[in-house]
């Protein structure tokens, strides 16, 4: 299958950094609060890298973090942020997985997904709930978001982010259109300016699976887990734990 970020993982690492500066602390306390659960962390769809350092500052030790990404462009960042930190570099091993192949230990701490669901058809994201239910650690948890639309909706064109990098300016540009009955299509621009005019442009489409949270709960219930939401409500942020745990 086409990797829907060949052309885009160049823009992307800037694009994100500005909603990470409100995840960080979010993931952050939500990691924290596990306590003294042990064992490896898993960070599924590992993007860049940004979810990984924080994993890392926020559970120091030297616990196994397995950072999982399909997308060789965007593992081109992520092991360039991995080797150049010390401690990343000790701890992190990324791995060239999708979701559904992930070879994944028993006994994890956490399994991290951020914007990660819309990648996952019902089928498969149904699946992630029943594998990482038998694998996580008494006390250990799933973190989720839950980012909008929650339903197959169109989105009007909308600025996502805008970033200056030297005399350059680099934009992210995002709309979106049903598709299906449970997915819709995104249409992604971005955009690199100098003084306002334009020099490129890279276009990308790609799907994306919608399920509103009480839809996503009744699919982890099924697997024997319980989902909350934990953190600031406009981050969709949730945790799933196992019943009882």
Do not use: F
Request: charged share 20%; hydrophobic share 45%; aromatic share 4%.
């Amino acid at each position: 299958m086409a990797d829907p970020y060949e052309r885009s993982a160049e823009y992307l690492d800037l694009m994100i950094a500005g909603a990470w500066r409100s995840l960080v602390p979010a993931l952050t306390e939500a990691l924290k609060g596990l306590g003294a659960v042990a064992g490896p962390v898993v960070d599924l769809g590992a993007g860049t890298g940004r979810g990984a350092a924080v994993i890392c500052a926020a559970l120091p030790g030297d616990e196994a973090v397995l950072a999982v990404e399909p997308s060789a462009a965007m593992r081109a960042v992520l092991l360039a942020r991995v080797h150049d930190d010390p401690e990343l570099r000790s701890r992190v091993t990324v791995l060239a997985d999708d979701v559904a192949h992930a070879p994944l230990p028993d006994g994890l701490r956490a399994i991290v997904a951020l914007n990660v669901l819309g990648h996952l058809p019902p089928a498969e994201r149904r699946a992630l709930w029943a594998d990482a239910g038998r694998r996580l650690a008494p006390g250990g948890a799933i973190v989720v978001n839950v980012a909008p639309p929650v339903r197959p909706e169109r989105v009007p064109r909308t600025r996502m982010a805008s970033v200056a990098v030297g005399a350059l300016q680099y934009e992210g540009w995002g709309s979106a259109e049903p598709s299906g009955g449970d997915e819709i299509t995104w249409h992604m621009e971005y955009r690199v300016l100098r003084d306002g005019r334009p020099l490129s442009q890279v276009t990308v489409d790609y799907r994306w699976w919608v399920a509103s949270e009480s839809a996503l709960a009744e699919e982890a219930a099924s697997a024997g887990l319980v989902m909350r939401p934990t953190g600031d409500p406009g981050l969709g942020l949730h945790l799933l734990t196992r019943r009882g745990d």
